[in-house]
C-alpha cells in the first residue's frame, strides 16, 4: 500500500524512503510525495502509527490522546455531507456508553477546523446534542488519511491536488497503541454505532477471561472456550460448560 514520505512522530519528523519498482504510481501534493510502496501495511495486531495533527479541540499528539484508554477512531468523506452528520451524532449521543468502555473517540475529515467548526453546530441540531463531544482532525494536507489508508482508489489517484473523499474507515485501538480491529465502508454505507460497541465489548471480555465470541455474540450470551484449553483447565478456570463438540464448548461470560 501507500504511507507518507513525510511521518510525524513524538519526537521528530522522520523521513522514510525505500526502493521503489518502476511501476509504482508516484503522487505529489505540494511539497508532499505520497508513494503507494511507502504506506505501512496496517494489520490487526500492528501498532497504530502516531502522528501530530489539529482537531477541533486543539492540537493532539495522537499516541498522547490514546493514552491508557482504547480509542474508537473513523473518518468521514467530508464536512456537511448526509450520512456523516447522522454517524456523528450518533456516535456522540453514544458517549457515555463509550466512557463506560474506558473508550474514547476522535473522528477526521480532511477539511479544515473552520468548516469543521460550523459542521459541529449542524450535528448538534440535527442530533439534539448539548454538545458535541470528541474532537475532530482537520486533515487538510491529506497525511494522516495517507498514513491509515483512508481513501478509495479514486482518492489514492487523486492525492496530487485532486478532490479527495476520505472513505469510512473504522479503528478499534487498545492502550497499547495496537490495531484491534478495523472496518472500511464506501463513502455511501453509514456505520452501526451499535457493532462498534459491540466488538469493542467482545475484545475487552476475552482479554479478561481468555474465552472467544460466537456468531452475534452480544453482552449476556454465552462465550466459546478456546480449543487450546483442555477439559480439566476449562472446569477449573470457567466451571460448568456444555461440550457440543471436542472443538466447541460454551460457558457463560
Same mark, same amino acid.
Given at each position: 500500500m501507500f504511507t507518507r514520505s513525510i511521518l510525524r512522530t513524538t519526537a521528530s519528523v522522520a523521513r522514510t524512503t525505500r526502493?521503489?519498482?518502476r511501476a509504482t504510481p508516484i503522487f505529489?501534493?505540494?511539497v508532499r510525495t505520497f508513494k503507494q510502496e511507502d504506506q505501512p501495511r496496517l494489520r490487526i495486531g500492528s501498532?497504530?502509527?502516531?502522528?501530530?495533527?489539529?482537531?477541533t479541540q486543539g492540537p493532539i499528539d495522537f499516541h498522547e490522546y490514546v493514552g491508557d484508554s482504547w480509542v474508537v477512531?473513523?473518518?468521514?468523506?467530508?464536512? +456537511?455531507?448526509?450520512?456523516c452528520?447522522? =454517524?456523528? #451524532?450518533?456516535?456522540?449521543?453514544?458517549?457515555?456508553e463509550f466512557t463506560k468502555r474506558n473508550t474514547k473517540l476522535i473522528g477526521l475529515s480532511a477539511e479544515g477546523l473552520e468548516s469543521h467548526n460550523a459542521w459541529v453546530k449542524d450535528i448538534e441540531e440535527v442530533s439534539k446534542?448539548?454538545?458535541?463531544?470528541?474532537?475532530?482532525?482537520?486533515?487538510?494536507?491529506?497525511?494522516?488519511? +495517507?498514513?491509515?489508508?483512508?481513501?478509495? =482508489?479514486? #482518492?489514492?489517484?487523486?492525492?496530487?491536488?485532486g478532490i479527495v473523499q476520505t472513505i469510512r474507515s473504522v479503528y478499534v485501538i487498545d492502550p497499547s497503541k495496537?490495531?484491534?480491529?478495523?472496518?472500511?465502508?464506501p463513502p455511501?454505507?453509514?456505520r452501526n454505532s451499535a457493532e462498534v460497541l459491540r466488538v469493542i465489548d467482545a475484545l475487552q471480555l476475552t482479554e479478561k477471561r481468555g474465552v472467544v465470541t460466537p456468531i452475534d455474540w452480544t453482552e449476556g450470551k454465552d462465550v466459546i472456550i478456546p480449543p487450546s484449553v483442555t477439559d480439566e483447565a476449562a472446569k477449573e478456570k470457567f466451571g460448568d460448560f456444555t461440550k457440543v463438540k471436542p472443538y466447541l464448548r460454551f460457558t457463560k461470560a
Open positions: 526502493v521503489a519498482p505529489t501534493r505540494g501498532v497504530a502509527p502516531n502522528f501530530k495533527t489539529q482537531t477512531f473513523f473518518s468521514h468523506p467530508a464536512d +456537511f455531507t448526509p450520512v452528520t447522522t =454517524e456523528l #451524532g450518533a456516535f456522540a449521543a453514544l458517549q457515555e446534542l448539548d454538545k458535541f463531544s470528541f474532537p475532530i482532525i482537520a486533515d487538510t494536507d491529506k497525511e494522516v488519511s +495517507f498514513l491509515y489508508d483512508m481513501v478509495d =482508489e479514486e #482518492g489514492f489517484k487523486n492525492l496530487n491536488g495496537k490495531i484491534r480491529i478495523s472496518f472500511t465502508y455511501s454505507v453509514g
